[in-house]
């Protein structure tokens, strides 16, 4: 789960790290007021979407004013103006691809005296298994293109989870950065209190780009992102809470009210699978095979006809899908269940592309029965080879 900028410093607010003062703003008379309790002179108007590169994005309206999704401004009035183009509009960054986002609120924040930008970060390594922290003297930049041109200025220290993040690894990582003197005991303690926010919250990313040093030598946290790991909050009902389903993709965000595992992705070959490392074999031969996965969809071990009927509408409900296949391991899952559920699902959604299924294990023959009963165009798949080759065919013959 992701949320904003301005929730990410809340949160990191409560376990000690530095951030400006700011407030949320729904509209541009929300902002005004925010702007005059703040004081000025200088404030900083933030468009809040879950997507990087909003600095450097542009509008796509030309009442937005043609300025990117962060704004420095010097007086209320300019912080109402600039909030009032931003909101209702959309934003389109390198991040939330050519479509954009729409912004519904924005950050009125306190203007920052920058002397020097870094980069930090906190995430999971899954080669290491470990907590992972990457520094660098490059803030201000995404950290995939500094590690492209400039990979001797990226620090990355891995922290063992027995011993767990320790003053030395801080200090190792000040003084890596340069910083020298006060600055590095501010940036001790704002490495490990960031480093306790990370486990308690059990997040799995926290990036701060940029972390500042400001003229008075002061570490503050000028931008933040949070994700987290969803298996976990029922933990944190209060960072669930700060769930924005309006940054959600439609299609998983139902899924999920359904127990569904599901993720869209860019191709145009449906999938329906129980487990999700058959899942990801399967999107792996449809790539083989010359096709290109919609989704990755885990229906879980023990789905019910019904969950089975909605997972197919799901799928059916993206405009890009051109064909489905179905792919079924009946262990605790039987073949049977699912046959009943896609053939109720597909005549409800009156299915109007190739569908392939391959159902193997518990109750097999009786699920092939029902799908051959069907009197729906319904191709059986002899094992996952079969089943893949033929469903992009298929597509290709339709197209």
Request: glycine share 10%; with cysteine.
């Amino acid at each position: 789960m992701n949320i904003h900028e301005y929730q990410a410093k809340q949160l990191l607010a409560r376990y000690g790290v530095k951030v400006l003062k700011g407030g949320v703003a729904y509209t541009a008379a929300e902002a005004e007021k925010i702007a005059k309790d703040l004081g000025g002179p200088i404030w900083v108007v933030k468009s809040q979407i879950h997507a990087g590169g909003r600095g450097k994005g542009t509008f796509k309206e030309a009442a937005a004013g043609g300025k990117g999704g962060v704004r420095v401004v010097k007086s209320i009035e300019d912080a109402k103006t600039n909030a009032g183009q931003m909101l209702g509009n959309t934003l389109v960054t390198h991040q939330s691809g050519p479509a954009g986002k729409v912004v519904k609120r924005v950050y009125i924040e306190d203007g920052c005296d920058i002397a020097r930008e870094l980069y930090l970060s906190l995430l999971i390594d899954r080669k290491t298994s470990r907590v992972t922290i990457i520094a660098s003297s490059e803030g201000g930049m995404d950290i995939e293109e500094v590690a492209a041109h400039s990979p001797e200025k990226i620090i990355t220290i891995d922290i063992d989870p027995v011993m767990g993040m320790q003053s030395f690894h801080a200090r190792d990582i000040a003084y890596g950065l340069g910083l020298k003197g006060d600055q590095v005991k501010g940036a001790v303690a704002f490495l490990m209190n960031m480093y306790k926010a990370f486990v308690d919250l059990d997040a799995s990313l926290v990036e701060v780009n940029p972390m500042v040093v400001t003229k008075a030598g002061e570490i503050v946290c000028l931008d933040a992102k949070m994700n987290f790991d969803d298996n976990a909050l029922f933990r944190h009902k209060d960072v669930e809470e700060m769930r924005d389903e309006d940054e959600q993709d439609p299609i998983e965000l139902e899924a999920g009210k359904h127990e569904l595992n599901y993720i869209k992705l860019d191709g145009f070959i449906g999938c329906m699978v129980n487990g999700a490392g058959l899942a990801m074999a399967t999107m792996d031969i449809i790539k083989l095979y010359g096709g290109e996965p919609a989704n990755f969809l885990d229906v879980g071990g023990s789905a019910t006809k019904e969950r089975v009927t909605t997972a197919f509408k799901l799928i059916m409900s993206d405009k890009n899908v051109e064909g489905i296949l179905v792919n079924i391991f009946g262990g605790i899952m039987r073949c049977d269940i699912i046959a009943e559920g896609v053939v109720a699902a597909a005549r409800e959604v009156s299915l109007n592309v190739p569908l392939v299924v391959r159902l193997e294990g518990t109750n097999v023959e009786l699920g092939k029965e029902i799908l051959a009963k069907s009197g729906l165009p319904i191709v059986s798949g002899d094992d996952l080879s079969d089943a893949a080759a033929k469903i992009v065919k298929a597509v290709k013959e339709a197209a």
